[in-house]
C-alpha cells in the first residue's frame, strides 16, 4: 500500500489505522489478514482492500477476483481454478488449502516449561546484596524478555503475522513479574486477555506463547486462542479470558474446589482497573468472603480501562479500598517497582495460603501502548505519558542494580542483544510451526467430545 484516501465520519481513527499498513508496506492481501471483526470500524478499511481485489463482502467490488489470487509470488502453488471459486468474490476452503505447504512446514515440540524461580521469595533475597545477584539477575532478564517480547509481537501484528486483537504487557512488567513469581507451581492462575507476560512469567515456552499470537498448531491453545486465550494445565495456567472481569466467577469456583478438597493451594485471579466495575466483580470478592476461600485478587491499575481513565469510571478512586466493602485486608503497591512488588506479594500470598482468606493487592502502573496494538492512543497527553515513561520499571530497575554495583551498562546491553536473538528465534519458531488443520476445528472445543463424537471429524466447512 502506498496510501489512502478517506473521507467521512472518524476519519481520524481510519488514517490511524491506514498509517500502520503503509508504514509497514502491507499489501492488500496482508491487510485482509490483518484486520478486525465484523462490524468494527476498521473493517471499513479491510473492506476496501478487498474491493480493490473483488473480494468484497460489504460493498460494491472495484475490480474482478482476479484469476491469480491466492498464489503466493515467488511459488509455484497453482491459484485456485474458476469451479473452486463460489459467487462473487468468495473462495471455498479448498481453493485456499494449497497456500500451506503443510509438509513443508516445520513442526517441533516445543521446550518443556522452565518456571522461575523455584526458591521462596523473602526481603532477604531481594536485598541488593552480592549473594543475591544471580536471582536479582534472572528477574530483570525475565522483564526484559516480555519487553522485547511484546515489543516484537506488535511489529508482527503490523506485518499481519497476528490476527484478532492483541494487548500488550509494554510497561506493566513489574505488576507482572511481581504478581505472577511470588506463586507456587501447584497455586492457579486466572487472568485478562493482556496475558502474554504473565504466561511468559509462569514458565510457559514463550515460542509456544508466540505461536498461539500465530494460530499456530505449537501455540499454547494449539493456535485456537490466540492472543486472549494463553492456556497450560500443566503449569495451571487457566487462560486468558477475553470478557472482562469473566474469569473472576470462575476463579472463585477453583478456590472453592480446592477448600473442598483441603488442598493448600492459592488461586490467583489477575485482573484491569476496569475490571472493578464489573458486576462479576462484586459477586466474585463477596462469595470468597463469604466461604473463606484461598484467593489472591490482583488487580493490575494501569489507570485506564481502554480510553477512559480511572477517575471517570469507578466511583472509588482508590481501587483497593472497594475490597473493604467485603471486609478483605487490602492493599497498594507500586506497580513499577518490581522488589515492592515481589515482596508485598510474598507476603499476600503467604497469608491467603496460610489461612484461606481471599485478599486483594492493587499494583499501580502505567501501559505504556494503546489499549491493544490497533489503538492509536489519542486520549492521554504528551506530558503524562512522559512522565511515566520516566518511571519506566525496567530503567528503575536497572538503575538499582547499577546503584548497588551487581550489574553495569555494559551488562545490560549484553542482556538486551541475547534476548533480542532470542525473540528472533522466538518468531522463526512461530512462523515456521504448522497451521492447525481445517478437519481438526471442533479438536480442544470440549474435553473428549472430539475424540467421542466421529462426525465432529473431518472438513467443518
Ligand atoms: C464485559 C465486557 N465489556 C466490555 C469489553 C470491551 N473491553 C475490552 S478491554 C476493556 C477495558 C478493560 O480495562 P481494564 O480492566 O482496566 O484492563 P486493561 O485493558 O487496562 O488491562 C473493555 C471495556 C469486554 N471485553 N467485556
Ligand atoms: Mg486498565
Given at each position: ?274 475490571a472493578t466495575n464489573i458486576g462479576a ?28 481513565p480511572v477517575e471517570a469510571a469507578s ?143 473431518g472438513n467443518p466447512l
Open positions: 500500500m502506498l496510501g489512502v484516501h478517506i473521507i467521512g465520519p472518524r476519519a481520524t481513527d481510519l488514517i490511524a489505522e491506514a498509517t500502520l499498513a503503509v508504514q509497514n508496506g502491507l499489501t492488500l492481501e496482508q491487510l485482509d489478514l490483518t484486520m478486525h471483526a465484523h462490524p468494527t470500524l476498521p473493517e471499513a478499511i479491510m473492506e476496501a482492500a478487498l474491493a480493490a481485489q473483488g473480494r468484497a463482502i460489504h460493498i460494491p467490488n472495484r475490480s474482478r477476483l482476479p484469476a491469480t489470487w491466492g498464489a503466493p509470488a515467488t511459488s509455484e502453488v497453482p491459484a485456485p481454478s474458476s469451479r473452486e471459486r463460489t459467487g462473487e468474490g468468495r473462495i471455498t476452503p479448498q481453493a485456499t488449502l494449497p497456500l500451506h505447504n503443510r509438509e513443508q512446514q516445520m513442526v517441533a515440540p516445543v521446550k518443556p516449561p522452565t518456571p522461575l524461580p523455584a526458591t521462596a521469595i523473602t526481603a532477604k533475597k531481594l536485598e541488593l546484596k552480592k549473594e543475591n545477584r544471580d536471582f536479582l539477575l534472572r528477574i530483570h532478564r525475565l522483564m526484559q524478555l516480555i519487553r522485547r517480547f511484546e515489543e516484537r509481537a506488535q511489529e508482527q501484528y503490523t506485518k499481519a503475522k497476528i490476527g484478532g486483537y492483541c494487548h500488550l504487557n509494554i510497561g506493566e512488567e513489574a505488576a507482572v513479574v511481581g504478581g505472577i513469581l511470588p506463586l507456587k507451581l501447584n497455586d492457579y492462575i486466572y487472568t485478562s486477555y493482556r496475558e502474554h507476560g504473565h504466561a511468559i512469567a509462569r514458565g510457559i515456552d514463550p515460542r509456544a506463547v508466540m505461536a498461539e499470537l500465530f494460530g499456530k498448531e505449537t501455540g499454547t491453545s494449539h493456535g485456537r486462542g490466540g492472543s486472549m486465550h494463553m492456556f497450560d494445565a500443566k503449569l495451571r495456567f487457566m487462560g486468558g479470558y477475553g470478557i472482562v472481569g469473566g474469569h473472576l466467577p470462575l476463579a472463585a469456583g477453583a478456590a472453592w474446589a480446592v477448600k473442598y478438597h483441603q488442598q493448600k493451594d492459592v488461586v490467583s485471579c489477575l485482573f484491569g482497573d476496569g466483580f462484586h459477586e466474585s470478592l463477596n462469595y470468597a468472603k463469604v466461604f473463606e476461600l484461598p484467593v489472591l485478587w490482583y488487580c493490575v491499575n494501569n489507570r485506564y480501562g481502554m480510553g477512559t466511583a472509588v478512586k482508590d481501587i483497593y479500598k472497594k475490597a473493604c466493602a467485603y471486609d478483605m485486608e487490602s492493599i497498594q503497591v507500586d506497580g513499577m517497582n518490581v522488589r515492592e512488588v515481589l515482596l508485598r506479594t510474598s507476603e499476600i500470598v503467604g497469608k491467603v495460603r496460610a489461612d484461606s482468606q481471599p485478599r486483594f493487592i492493587e499494583a499501580l502502573c502505567y501501559r505504556f501502548k494503546g489499549h491493544s496494538v490497533v489503538d492509536p492512543d489519542k486520549y492521554r497527553s504528551a506530558e503524562d505519558k512522559e512522565k511515566f515513561r520516566k518511571a519506566d520499571p525496567i530503567v528503575a530497575f536497572e538503575h538499582e542494580l547499577e546503584q548497588s554495583g551487581l550489574a553495569d551498562e555494559e551488562y545490560f546491553k549484553a542482556v538486551r542483544q541475547e534476548i533480542d536473538a532470542q525473540v528472533q528465534d522466538i518468531i522463526k519458531f512461530a512462523d515456521e510451526s504448522p497451521d492447525p488443520k481445517v478437519e481438526d476445528l471442533y479438536k480442544y472445543a470440549y474435553a473428549g467430545e472430539w475424540e467421542e463424537r466421529q462426525e465432529l471429524r
